[in-house]
């Protein structure tokens, strides 16, 4: 049996295993790495590489930030704030709930910023409208169609890493320029926001999973002063180190790793606090995740899909159509294969494409960018998507008669975008 077999089964288990929803997702995604290595599609260190991941570690400690923040007076003061908007403020709450994640989205990773917010949302009252199963779905589609368009930090940096991935195949003058991509995204990302703050109420209610977060049922904080002020000194360091990460580089990855060492050794969290945080079924689910990724991009699944492409394309002159295709399949793609895995395999091609077709490769490499962060359909999307399944608890396939319809309207708004401004002909 091939590699890309076995890789294709193991992933339709693992599927089917999320819809019946018995087992913890992190055993789920784990097995699957221990299946893959057992059958030799991916070595050892291949299989498990999700753990020695830098996002990984970064998320794990940052929860471990987040178990000793909740334990602050700040967090009793949050609780008690949002506490006080809902009932007839609903809406105010949930607006200030996207504001306050949209300036963190500017200066952070999405999977920080959907780990640090996961970790305030546990302050909303049990017995309002406004739970945190009914908004971390609709924050994770916030998180995919807004996540680097505006021009800050990575945001920045956008059509130049779409142009390394074509620079060799298309002619120079036909390479993007600063803001091409945030001149399409930015319409999909202002549409967003209204659908968002009203999609909440499709969310069923319930409890959220914090298994990733020691969270003791107490009324005020039991930590000393100068334990407090320390969590949140180790905080907002943490914070300033990923706004400027231009300047410190991996230091980004590592900086909570070390604030965790230091409340560890002063005793501001207990042994028991950091093993639940840093090994919890959130943090298995992520890094199994990855093992699964990885196999399919290395059996061939992603060439092999990404080639269908051409064939999709091929039967329409209509140059809305073609972007159309290319955003679609490319949101289809990204839900089983990372992010940037899927950007390095279509960009190329496309652009391939475009010099043999004589198009325009503008519109289509910016769809495959738009299309690829569009991962919101199921937990293999990203770290990011695979975080926000495992902490609302969502079963991918009771909640598609939801994401398939957003999913389609957002495609359609990037390639009328991308027609609009970029036309293939």
Partial sequence: MSALTITVIITV??????????????LVTLSCCVALAATGVLSISEAFSGFSN????????????????????????????LGSMGGKQDLALVAVLFA??????LAMPGIVAMAIIITFLDALPETGEVTPSRVIMPLLMFNVVWEGVVPIGMGATIDFTTNA??????????????????????????????????????????????DNVEAKKIDKSDLPAWKQYLIYG??????????????????????????????????????????????????????????????????????LIGNLLLQLVSWTDSSFMVLWITTLFTAVMTTFLSNSGVKSVLTPLVASMAVAGGMNVAGLAICVTAGSALSFCFPTGSTTCALAYASGE??????????????????????????LLFPVW
């Fill in 13 to 26: 288990i693992m599927s089917l295993l999320f819809l019946v929803n018995k087992f913890p997702f992190g």
């Fill in 54 to 81: 830098q996002t990984i570690i970064l998320v794990s400690c940052m929860f471990c930030l987040s178990a000793g923040l909740q334990r602050t007076n700040l967090a009793f003061a949050l609780k008690g704030l």
């Fill in 100 to 105: 306050i994640y949209w300036l963190m989205l």
């Fill in 165 to 210: 991935y074509m620079e060799s195949i298309v002619a120079e003058d036909q390479l993007l320029t600063f803001l091409n991509t945030f001149s399409v995204r930015i319409v999909p990302g202002l549409i967003m926001i209204p659908i968002c703050l009203f999609i909440w109420r499709l969310f069923p209610k319930k409890q959220l999973n914090l």
């Fill in 234 to 303: 180790c905080f907002i360091l943490v914070i300033l180190v990923m706004i400027f990460n231009s300047y410190f580089g991996s230091l980004m990855y590592v900086m909570p790793a070390i604030c965790v060492a230091v409340l560890g050794f002063t005793k501001t969290l207990t042994p028991h606090e950091m093993i639940t945080s840093l090994f919890s079924d959130t943090v298995l689910m992520l890094a199994g995740i990855m093992g699964v990724t990885a196999a399919l991009t290395a059996s061939g699944a992603a060439d």
């Fill in 394 to 419: 969502y079963n991918p396939f009771k909640i598609l008669h939801i994401t398939i319809p957003l999913l389609l309207v957002m495609t359609l708004v990037i390639a009328f975008m991308a027609n």
